[in-house]
């Protein structure tokens, strides 16, 4: 019935949860099929129906979801603070799912989580309805691969992995992802989906780690990392990773789901937490090499003028999530560094990272060390002898994305560091 409901583009999609991952969906399924958009966030609802798009109703009434044939929830699965996967958004819509579903629905979760947790604590919780599942709903897990800031993967060229419950809830949840994804992977289970989601971040999680060590070694042997790696990618088999910061609600995050259930089952993972390690060690570590080039370049560290340009936690996106930049800002006050944010991206600077803002990069003054976090375009249009003129004498630039040359930073008259 849902099979033909999708072929004759008849059913129903609803999507809880509507952050950067949901809202997409809900825009791309509308273009074919009726999409209900529901969230409890009531400022977010509004915002989204001033601006309403066709084919979509954005709502915060839960009774709106049982009108769904195809439920999909995408909802934040962070850490807490003592790194221990937070599943209580997933069990809070989950909840508000059961309470409002139909009988012979579909329900995929598609949040980031360890192998289990559709099965072990989304399904119990939709069972609390009283309807039973694999009898009056399914279940399927579908995880998400939005990458903000990317246009090149963008939903419909991904390969959108799936899984259903059974057999024909895979197949009937396929047809429904073809309609917003040009390719579709059927997983042999949900489990090895949902495993397959979490060690997509771990392995490049890990990748930057290695980098970010080996950048670690290289500086005390006075190398260049950057122009060890073009070196060493010379041969067929290399592949370019490069150091920097790691930052999110992705890559900082994911790896702690695996390590949860591998703790679980009396396995302590090593090289895992490892890379983790490492790359929380990076924003002291930055801060260690800019207070080392005040030194070195002999001025006072103590109110010295530093300006941090870029305060997302990757380019070219607004989301300031999970920012590294954060604790690089945090180590240098601690030294009683004066701090400078400039983001063109960044609305709430002030507000958000408790320093001051610098809205123009040409109304700065005074600057004696420009640290940059993240390679922003707007940032590449900026040159180094407009750095200069903002600049105080022995100028530093902190390259941490390593996007400026070296020797034509060098031969402008900076002090220049880089990973």
Known sequence: MLMDKLKQNEAIVCVVGLGYVGLSLAIEFSKSLKVIGFDIDNKKIKELNNSPHPNILFTNNPKEIGKADFIIIAV?????????????????????????????????????????????????????????????????????????????????????????????????????????????????????????????????????????????????????????????????????????????????????????????????????????????????HVAEVTIKALNNAEKVIKRSKVLVMGLTYKENVRDTRESPARRVIKELKEYGVEVFGYDPLVDDIKDEFGIEVIDDIKNAKNIDCVILTVAHDVFREITLDELKKIMNDSPIIVDVRGMFDQKEVVEKGFYYRSL
């Open 76 to 284: 934040p699965t962070p850490v807490t603070k003592s790194k221990e996967p937070d599943l209580s958004y997933v069990k809070s819509a989950s909840k508000i799912v059961s309470e409002n579903i139909k009988r012979g629905s579909v329900i995929i979760l598609e949040s980031t989580v360890y192998p289990g947790v559709t099965e072990e604590v989304m399904r119990p919780i939709l069972e609390d309805s009283g309807l039973k599942c694999g009898k009056d709903f399914k279940i399927a897990y579908s995880p998400e691969r939005i990458n903000p800031g990317d246009d090149e993967h963008v939903l419909r060229t991904i390969t959108k992995v799936v899984s259903g419950i059974d057999e024909e809830t895979t197949e009937v949840v396929a047809e429904l992802y073809k309609k917003v994804a040009s390719n579709i992977f059927k997983a042999k289970s949900i489990k090895i989906a949902e495993a397959a989601k979490v060690i997509e971040n771990i392995q490049r999680d890990l990748n930057i780690a290695l980098m970010n060590e080996l950048s670690l070694i290289f500086e005390r042997m006075g190398l260049n990392t950057r122009d060890v790696i073009e070196t060493a990618a010379t041969k067929w088999n290399f592949h370019r990773y490069y150091p920097g910061l790691v930052g999110g609600h992705c890559i900082p995050v994911d790896p702690y789901y695996l390590v949860h259930k591998a703790e679980e089952l009396d396995y302590h993972p090593k090289v895992i937490l490892a890379g983790r390690d490492i790359n929380d060690y990076m924003p002291k």
